[in-house]
């Protein structure tokens, strides 16, 4: 059983900055990865990052990279996610996503854990 909370949405002008956090707690925790998923009302839910637990290893959508960087502290079971130059097609809600097994990080059903989501709104 593995419990996920996302915090520090809000709403940011477009240029701005943002970050995100994902406390991730519970029994006999254990994760591969983590990471951040978005969904936008009426689109797909897609990536945005992940981070390997033990080793820190990164991936970026590519609409992401240069702008994002998720991180962790595996003392803490936290990972973040800092935004910045934050554009108006960032608006979305964001979810944490924790992955047991070796696999794709990219695809989220690969995921057997997920936060319930905190807003991010930016503005023109």
Same mark, same amino acid.
């Given at each position: 059983?593995?419990? !996920?909370?996302?915090?520090?949405?809000?709403?940011?002008?477009?240029?701005?900055?943002?970050? !995100?956090?994902?406390?991730?707690?519970?029994?006999? /925790?254990?994760?591969?990865?983590?990471?951040?998923?978005?969904?936008?009302?009426?689109?797909?839910?897609? /990536?945005?990052?992940? =981070?390997?637990?033990?080793?820190?290893?990164?991936?970026?959508?590519?609409?992401?990279?240069?702008? /994002?960087? =998720?991180?962790?502290?595996?003392?803490?079971?936290?990972?973040? !996610?800092?935004?910045?130059? !934050?554009?108006?097609?960032?608006?979305?809600?964001?979810?944490?996503?924790?992955?047991? /097994?070796?696999?794709?990080?990219?695809?989220?059903?690969?995921?057997?854990?997920?936060?319930?989501?905190?807003?991010?709104?930016?503005?023109?």
């Amino acid at each position: 059983q593995v419990q !996920l909370v996302e915090s520090g949405g809000g709403l940011v002008q477009a240029g701005g900055s943002l970050r !995100l956090s994902c406390a991730a707690s519970g029994r006999t /925790f254990s994760s591969y990865a983590m990471g951040w998923f978005r969904q936008a009302p009426g689109k797909e839910r897609e /990536f945005v990052a992940a =981070i390997n637990w033990s080793n820190g290893r990164t991936d970026y959508a590519a609409s992401v990279t240069g702008r /994002f960087t =998720i991180s962790r502290d595996n003392a803490k079971n936290t990972v973040s !996610l800092q935004m910045n130059s !934050l554009k108006p097609e960032d608006t979305a809600i964001y979810y944490c996503a924790a992955k047991r /097994f070796p696999g794709s990080t990219t695809t989220s059903g690969t995921y057997g854990y997920w936060g319930q989501g905190t807003q991010v709104t930016v503005s023109s």
